[in-house]
């Protein structure tokens, strides 16, 4: 398995300014990855945090909105930039290591949005 | 892609009820399963896995069977805890193999909630 700890691990914070969630994994990973669950919901991968390279966003998200950078095999960031009340949500990081498909996750970052 | 629909909730149950949570799949060729357990105020811990058809993943107590028969992947415990109250996600990769490795698609999670 995978240790994985994020920061912050919650915040409120006031429509239009921009929140840097970190990543930090104990040991060197395969992937990376960002998910989105809004409050009673399932969750949505936001994107795939390359290192070295520009993270590969899926539909529906870019990456104005969602800058992530990934500058070594152990820490990646996402920000939430100019933020509206619709994106208050808990953010997960995910990583993959060894195994082909399985994924770990960190323990999210719940954000409120007022 | 791969695709998977999940029992609704939200489930209800005494302590030491039986549990089913129903989940099936739509997909090519025969991906990995995930079980994933979220609890209150945390993220998502795997519960357990099957790889192949036919295989039994289990971890506390909980188990599910690969069927490709009729592509399924139910969880069962026989005996739930007060503790076992929390969110259960089914999910398998996007797409089998190619380029989407490791991306995984969720189901919409079902709430158990277990009363003493």
């Known amino acids: 398995s995978a240790v994985i700890s994020q920061k912050p691990s919650r915040d409120i914070c006031q429509r239009g300014t921009s929140l840097t969630i970190q990543c930090q994994v104990d040991s060197q990973v395969t992937m990376m990855f960002w998910y989105r669950q809004q409050p009673g919901q399932s969750l949505t991968l936001i994107a795939t945090a390359n290192q070295g390279s520009e993270a590969t966003y899926e539909s529906g998200f870019v990456i104005d909105k969602f800058p992530i950078s990934r500058p070594n095999l152990t820490f990646s960031t996402l920000t939430v930039s100019n933020m509206s009340p619709e994106d208050s949500s808990i953010y997960l990081c995910?990583?993959?290591?060894?195994?082909?498909?399985?994924?770990?996750f960190g323990p999210g970052t719940r954000l409120l949005v007022l | 892609g791969n695709s998977v629909t999940q029992m609704e909730g939200p489930v209800t149950l005494s302590e030491e009820a039986f549990l089913t949570i129903n989940c099936t799949y739509t997909?090519?060729?025969?991906?990995?399963l995930f079980w994933y357990v979220q609890y209150p105020g945390e993220g998502l811990q795997l519960l357990l896995k099957?790889?192949?058809?036919?295989d039994k993943g289990s971890n506390k107590g909980f188990e599910a069977t690969y069927r490709k028969e009729t592509t399924s992947f139910h969880l069962e415990k026989g005996s739930v805890q007060v503790s076992d109250s929390a969110v259960y996600f089914c999910?398998?990769?996007?797409?089998?193999?190619?380029?989407?490795?490791?991306?995984?698609?969720f189901g919409q999670g079902t709430i158990l909630t277990v009363h003493p």
């Open positions: 999910a398998l990769p996007n797409r089998t193999g190619g380029t989407s490795y490791g991306k995984l698609t």
């Open positions: 997909a090519t060729g025969y991906p990995s």
């Open positions: 995910s990583v993959v290591k060894h195994s082909r498909e399985t994924q770990y």
């Open positions: 099957a790889t192949k058809a036919d």
